[in-house]
């Protein structure tokens, strides 16, 4: 049984729920961070001393934290080809994309653009900053969408690690109130990932909770 700490609307969280549930794996996740406390208590900090979510502990193994490492483990240890190939050369392909996922592709949105529209007042938003920001992630963006137009997903044909730390973060850019660029084939994979049952559970989810009051 693996345990996770962290709350459903972390995306961070997120990407390590859908992947235990696509590798089919008994679980248990217990809400933790911002409003639901748990990571600044003793016991917490003693697994994670980030104070940070996720944090999984999978039977009598150490604590594990970082979402990049997380889900590298969860492919390693009960992933299989294509998910996660057998091939060193091909696992290094869908690492690399999985890697851009994560430090190009998330840390261009979740900070300069996400929290900045969930957490800051319409009226207090700097339009200008924002815009620019956007045009800068949608460069990242335009790569997957080239990619996309000669394969089905961002590696291959195939449903990999890739598209889990790439795919996860796409349903928030769809979602917040932003002028988007016109990109038919990352759209194409979007509309596809929305019909991934682990998809709608674990990354489509309100995060009302998370926008200022």
Avoid at 22 to 35: F, T, V, Y
Avoid at 57 to 85: H, M, Q
Avoid at 99 to 116: A, C, D, L, M, R
Avoid at 130 to 144: G, N, P, Q, S, Y
Wanted: proline share 7%; with cysteine; net charge neutral.
């Amino acid at each position: 049984m693996i345990k996770v700490w962290g709350r459903a609307s972390s995306s961070n969280v997120q990407s390590v729920m859908w992947c235990i549930n696509e590798l089919k794996l008994p679980h248990d996740r217990i809400d933790a961070g911002l409003m639901y406390g748990v990571t600044d208590t003793p016991d917490y900090l003693a697994m994670n001393p980030n104070g940070t979510v996720p944090t999984i502990v999978d039977g009598s193994n150490p604590p594990l934290w970082e979402s990049g490492a997380i889900l590298r483990y969860l492919a390693n240890k009960y992933g299989k080809a294509p998910f996660w190939p057998d091939d060193p050369v091909q696992r290094a392909d869908v690492d690399r994309w999985a890697e851009w996922g994560k430090v190009s592709v998330q840390t261009n949105f979740s900070g300069p653009i996400f929290w900045k529209l969930v957490r800051t007042q319409p009226e207090q938003r700097d339009e200008q900053q924002l815009a620019a920001a956007v045009k800068h992630f949608e460069k990242f963006l335009t790569i997957a969408d080239q990619r996309l137009s000669t394969r089905k997903f961002l590696v291959n044909d195939d449903f990999t690690l890739a598209d889990i730390q790439f795919g996860h973060i796409l349903f928030r850019y769809y979602d917040v109130d932003i002028k988007r660029s016109p990109l038919p084939e990352l759209r194409r994979y979007y509309d596809q990932l929305t019909t991934m049952p682990n998809y709608k559970q674990h990354v489509m989810i309100n995060y009302d909770e998370l926008r200022s009051s």
